[in-house]
């Protein structure tokens, strides 16, 4: 009995602190929820009141008139620009046109709206308040259309501070006119501008400024500089004031500065008229005798090569500077046409020669009958002598008969024997006639072959040459 008493005793104890603990873990746990209580209803009381104090800011608005500037008959209202491009392209060249998307923000101080609040914390308000206050009037002068986004509500960024000063940021998408000089293309470097401009307020009612920060530029690029068919380079800004009949206006103007890419260029046009500048070439090494076949070859090298050219300055505006890739083309068609010539050429002094040659022979025909009737002719004679020999003795009738012929043979030995007499002066201006004209006369027996020979070197190498000239030219004129 005396062992089970301290049993029961610590059994007791321990039954007590058990729970006192549990006491304790439920009164931490009802302040805990008391303090998150409270909390929360300081949080909600904070909250109703900045609604309150909201409201009672926007409850400046009932003697607010919107159709008024800031600072309406006292000085012009600064406007602070800047601007973040957030997409650029596609340009096209037809239309001499790029577009850009940009998020487009104006600052400006209107006294009117300044408040008081306990923490004194910027507002940011609904884009439906900006029908109740006052905005600039700006617009982009050169844009052929323009656009601002409202997926999937209207982007717009309104900011009201206490000292007055608002911030108006907008998501807009313009297509702007860029005039292109395109005497390089495509070796080009074209420069696009986006103007902005107040549309109503004069300089002395309103005037448009970069805003000046040291942490950041004023126009700032976030998207991919590496278009289809540019690269973007740099870019530049500036301010200035136009002059119109109805006044002077602020203008500010960005500068995009784009390298065309040369490569797309090379693929699609430099390197087709090169390959069909050398098939022409081909028919240098065909025989002249097969006609069919280099007329065929040249007549549908000068075709493709007109086509070409076509297809490539139909997607250009017509404009009438000679480009760069019009010289190239040019040369690529007169080498192809030079080579449809040259052919020609060959047809020609082919036919020419062997037409002169048949009359050669000819003529040689001619005189080796000639000759043989001569021949004849003389051995005639030949019997006529032995007959005079043996004609001694008869008669005058017989006599007179003999003399006739003596004298036919000598008529025919004077006729067949002319003589050839010439001063010295009138030999050498034949023999200087004969090799000035001799080509031309087809006298001289000139291999056509030579012709194509010559050619299977002059058109390559000249070729190569003009290249050489061509990409060093655009090139040094394109890096200046």
């Given at each position: 009995?005396?062992?089970?008493?301290?049993?029961?005793?610590?059994?007791?104890?321990?039954?007590?602190?058990?729970?006192?603990?549990?006491?304790?873990?439920?009164?931490?746990?009802?302040?805990?929820?008391?303090?998150?209580?409270?909390?929360?209803?300081?949080?909600?009381?904070?909250?109703?009141?900045?609604?309150?104090?909201?409201?009672?800011?926007?409850?400046?608005?009932?003697?607010?008139?919107?159709?008024?500037?800031?600072?309406?008959?006292?000085?012009?209202?600064?406007?602070?620009?800047?601007?973040?491009?957030?997409?650029?392209?596609?340009?096209?060249?037809?239309?001499?046109?790029?577009?850009?998307?940009?998020?487009?923000?104006?600052?400006?101080?209107?006294?009117?709206?300044?408040?008081?609040?306990?923490?004194?914390?910027?507002?940011?308000?609904?884009?439906?308040?900006?029908?109740?206050?006052?905005?600039?009037?700006?617009?982009?002068?050169?844009?052929?259309?323009?656009?601002?986004?409202?997926?999937?509500?209207?982007?717009?960024?309104?900011?009201?501070?206490?000292?007055?000063?608002?911030?108006?940021?907008?998501?807009?998408?313009?297509?702007?006119?860029?005039?292109?000089?395109?005497?390089?293309?495509?070796?080009?470097?074209?420069?696009?501008?986006?103007?902005?401009?107040?549309?109503?307020?004069?300089?002395?009612?309103?005037?448009?400024?970069?805003?000046?920060?040291?942490?950041?530029?004023?126009?700032?690029?976030?998207?991919?500089?590496?278009?289809?068919?540019?690269?973007?380079?740099?870019?530049?800004?500036?301010?200035?004031?136009?002059?119109?009949?109805?006044?002077?206006?602020s203008d500010l103007e960005v500068n995009f500065y784009l390298q065309r890419t040369l490569l797309y260029y090379v693929l699609q046009t430099y390197?087709?008229?090169?390959?069909?500048?050398?098939?022409?070439?081909?028919?240098?090494?065909?025989?002249?005798?097969?006609?069919?076949?280099?007329?065929?070859?040249?007549?549908?090298?000068?075709?493709?090569?007109?086509?070409?050219?076509?297809?490539?300055?139909?997607?250009?505006?017509?404009?009438?500077?000679?480009?760069?890739?019009?010289?190239?083309?040019?040369?690529?068609?007169?080498?192809?046409?030079?080579?449809?010539?040259?052919?020609?050429?060959?047809?020609?002094?082919?036919?020419?020669?062997?037409?002169?040659?048949?009359?050669?022979?000819?003529?040689?025909?001619?005189?080796?009958?000639?000759?043989?009737?001569?021949?004849?002719?003389?051995?005639?004679?030949?019997?006529?002598?032995?007959?005079?020999?043996?004609?001694?003795?008869?008669?005058?009738?017989?006599?007179?008969?003999?003399?006739?012929?003596?004298?036919?043979?000598?008529?025919?030995?004077?006729?067949?024997?002319?003589?050839?007499?010439?001063?010295?002066?009138?030999?050498?201006?034949?023999?200087?006639?004969?090799?000035?004209?001799?080509?031309?006369?087809?006298?001289?027996?000139?291999?056509?072959?030579?012709?194509?020979?010559?050619?299977?070197?002059?058109?390559?190498?000249?070729?190569?040459?003009?290249?050489?000239?061509?990409?060093?030219?655009?090139?040094?004129?394109n890096e200046h």
């Amino acid at each position: 009995m005396t062992k089970a008493r301290p049993t029961y005793a610590m059994l007791f104890v321990l039954t007590l602190f058990a729970v006192w603990a549990q006491g304790s873990e439920a009164q931490s746990g009802e302040d805990e929820s008391r303090k998150a209580t409270t909390e929360e209803r300081e949080a909600e009381l904070k909250r109703q009141e900045k609604t309150k104090q909201t409201t009672r800011v926007l409850g400046l608005l009932k003697d607010y008139d919107s159709r008024l500037r800031p600072n309406f008959g006292g000085p012009p209202v600064i406007v602070n620009v800047t601007m973040n491009v957030d997409s650029l392209g596609p340009i096209s060249e037809t239309d001499m046109s790029f577009r850009v998307d940009i998020s487009f923000r104006q600052m400006w101080y209107d006294e009117r709206l300044r408040f008081v609040t306990e923490d004194n914390e910027d507002i940011t308000l609904s884009h439906e308040f900006l029908q109740k206050i006052w905005v600039p009037d700006t617009y982009f002068p050169e844009s052929l259309s323009a656009s601002r986004h409202s997926v999937m509500v209207p982007n717009i960024l309104l900011r009201l501070s206490h000292t007055g000063h608002v911030l108006y940021s907008s998501r807009v998408t313009v297509v702007t006119k860029c005039p292109m000089d395109l005497e390089m293309f495509p070796l080009d470097t074209q420069k696009c501008d986006l103007m902005v401009e107040a549309y109503g307020y004069t300089t002395d009612h309103l005037q448009l400024q970069w805003k000046q920060d040291t942490e950041s530029d004023p126009v700032t690029v976030s998207c991919d500089s590496n278009l289809p068919q540019f690269t973007f380079i740099n870019l530049g800004y500036s301010s200035y004031n136009l002059t119109f009949n109805t006044g002077k206006f602020s203008d500010l103007e960005v500068n995009f500065y784009l390298q065309r890419t040369l490569l797309y260029y090379v693929l699609q046009t430099y390197a087709p008229a090169v390959l069909i500048v050398g098939l022409s070439w081909v028919g240098f090494w065909v025989d002249p005798k097969c006609i069919p076949a280099r007329a065929s070859l040249s007549i549908t090298t000068v075709l493709t090569i007109i086509t070409l050219m076509g297809t490539v300055n139909s997607r250009l505006p017509k404009v009438s500077k000679v480009k760069a890739l019009d010289v190239y083309f040019g040369l690529c068609f007169i080498y192809v046409f030079g080579a449809l010539i040259e052919f020609a050429c060959v047809c020609y002094f082919e036919k020419h020669f062997k037409t002169k040659s048949t009359q050669k022979q000819e003529k040689e025909k001619a005189k080796e009958a000639a000759k043989e009737k001569e021949n004849k002719n003389q051995q005639f004679l030949r019997t006529i002598d032995s007959w005079k020999e043996s004609s001694v003795g008869l008669d005058s009738e017989s006599r007179q008969t003999f003399l006739d012929v003596n004298f036919e043979r000598d008529g025919a030995e004077n006729r067949s024997h002319k003589p050839l007499k010439r001063t010295l002066s009138r030999q050498i201006s034949t023999h200087i006639d004969k090799k000035f004209v001799s080509f031309f006369r087809g006298e001289k027996n000139v291999n056509i072959l030579h012709v194509d020979n010559y050619s299977r070197v002059l058109f390559p190498a000249t070729f190569l040459i003009f290249n050489v000239l061509y990409w060093g030219y655009y090139y040094r004129a394109n890096e200046h």
